[in-house]
């Protein structure tokens, strides 16, 4: 028998809390805030207001500025307790990297802020560092968890990938304490590995201060039409992320759809009441479906399809917010949240796209959402500011009301995103703006691509 079917089989269907069934759709009352005045089993609304967008960077030499990921990060020298990190792709998914001719160059790279996305800097030796993922210790140190994983295809139950330990000081200077192979094994499960596996998802602390994290990977062979399905997998790390062994996984099922390239992409959050709740990419220009464990992850309800969709999810958990801007600092509201407190009020976020970028916020629980335009919200923004078309969506990408709907062509977005709190209690999102698809720039939106960032406040009702 397949070891997909017997590990699947160890799953159990457990009927979650909450299912989230719904999105309310796209709120275009932009301009002044946004009011979600979702029906909450919490007693609350919200309303979210949007800042301006920032141009964190533009590329350069024909490279992309694509497919980022934004971290807060502890400093220990701290003039600011805390910096925020956007990492980004500069190549990839089929495009060159570097481009032909050019000299080599780090195919990613990251930038920093020490005023909550306010504005970012880059690093004196930026091509040396881009963590895909990283995990927070105590000492103002993070471990950074790489996004390619060698498998060992002797065994096929164990994989490697290099990271390592680093800091980053309150004036930008990073420092790796040391570089080693971070290990994964599925050994534990009695189970083989796919040939091709990454990481992908970010870093949860369970309340026993162990962790848990996704990768997913798939057989060999063409695109979407490989050996093995694709699947999520969960692994668990008790020694602060220098290894972790397989706890749980969800497989493809026929109904993501004969050739999906999912599940994939996934994001986890740990919900005040205990629960995780994991969100992932069933297929490109589809809907996201969703999955809940009540056991720390050995265990995943069968999952269901939600109302947005479809590429890289970012999940985001926060304290039901206060009457005012200015949120609590981001340690404060993550200890409020860990909690062992069914009763804490919280809000959900949840940013992704495709076609299109979107934020959609749920105070139910995940109930019900209300989605959110970014490409809209950039736009009228940056409308009579002077800024050229290049900065600027195409109606293509702005009046997308559902995953069916034609992309701008080429695409002007990957419609990945990063998305995290910031020291001073904004949600800060991340997003691109691409010159050309995925053929890189120059093109028919511009000369370069360009990545922003864009500051946001969820303001108590």
């Not at 299912?19 to 979210?48: D, K």
């Not at 790796?176 to 599925?186: A, D, K, L, M």
Request: charged share 15%; hydrophobic share 35%; aromatic share 10%.
């Amino acid at each position: 028998m397949n070891p997909m079917n017997i590990l699947w089989q160890r799953v159990l269907f457990v009927c979650p809390l909450l299912y989230i069934t719904s999105c309310r759709g796209v709120n275009h009352s932009m301009e002044n805030g946004i009011t979600s005045s979702i029906g909450s089993e919490q007693g609350f609304t919200v309303n979210v207001s949007f800042e301006s967008p920032i141009l964190v960077h533009s590329s350069f030499d024909g490279q992309h500025a694509w497919f980022s990921s934004l971290f807060p990060i502890s400093v220990a020298d701290a003039v600011s307790n805390e910096l925020l990190l956007v990492d980004m792709s500069l190549g990839g998914d089929g495009t060159a990297c570097p481009p032909p001719g050019r000299p080599p160059q780090n195919c990613s790279m990251s930038k920093w802020s020490n005023n909550s996305g306010k504005t970012w800097n880059l690093f004196d030796d930026w091509s040396q560092h881009s963590p895909n993922a990283i995990l927070e210790l105590q000492n103002g140190s993070f471990v950074s968890i790489p996004y390619g994983l060698t498998v060992n295809m002797t065994t096929n139950e164990s994989a490697t990938g290099f990271g390592g330990t680093s800091y980053v000081t309150s004036s930008g200077k990073w420092v790796w304490v040391q570089r080693y192979y971070i290990q994964f094994s599925f050994a534990s499960q009695g189970m083989l590995m796919p040939s091709t596996l990454v990481h992908s998802g970010n870093i949860v602390k369970l309340r026993d201060d162990t962790h848990i994290t996704t990768l997913y990977g798939h057989g060999a062979g063409p695109y979407r039409n490989w050996t093995q399905h694709s699947a999520v997998y969960f692994v668990h790390s008790d020694d602060d992320g220098k290894s972790w062994s397989l706890r749980s996984f969800i497989p493809w099922q026929p109904a993501f759809g004969s050739h999906a390239d999912g599940p994939a992409e996934p994001t986890t959050a740990l919900l005040p009441d205990g629960r995780l709740l994991c969100i992932f990419r069933a297929d490109s220009m589809a809907m996201y479906w969703c999955a809940y464990s009540t056991d720390h992850g050995h265990t995943w309800s069968a999952p269901r399809m939600l109302g947005m969709w479809s590429v890289k999810p970012q999940l985001l958990v926060l304290p039901a917010p206060q009457r005012t801007p200015s949120g609590p600092h981001r340690s404060t509201a993550q200890n409020h949240l860990n909690r062992t407190d069914e009763a804490i009020p919280f809000v959900l976020l949840l940013s992704g796209g495709r076609p299109g970028i979107f934020l959609w916020v749920s105070t139910d629980g995940g109930m019900t959402w209300d989605g959110h335009n970014i490409a809209e919200v950039h736009n009228a923004k940056l409308n009579g500011t002077g800024h050229n078309a290049d900065w600027m969506y195409s109606a293509a990408v702005v009046n997308v009301t559902s995953p069916k709907d034609a992309r701008a062509n080429p695409p002007q977005t990957s419609s990945y995103t990063g998305l995290t709190v910031a020291e001073d209690g904004a949600v800060v999102l991340s997003y691109d703006r691409l010159a050309n698809g995925w053929s890189g720039p120059p093109g028919k939106w511009g000369a370069c691509d360009s990545l922003f960032s864009m500051r946001m406040h969820v303001i108590h009702n």
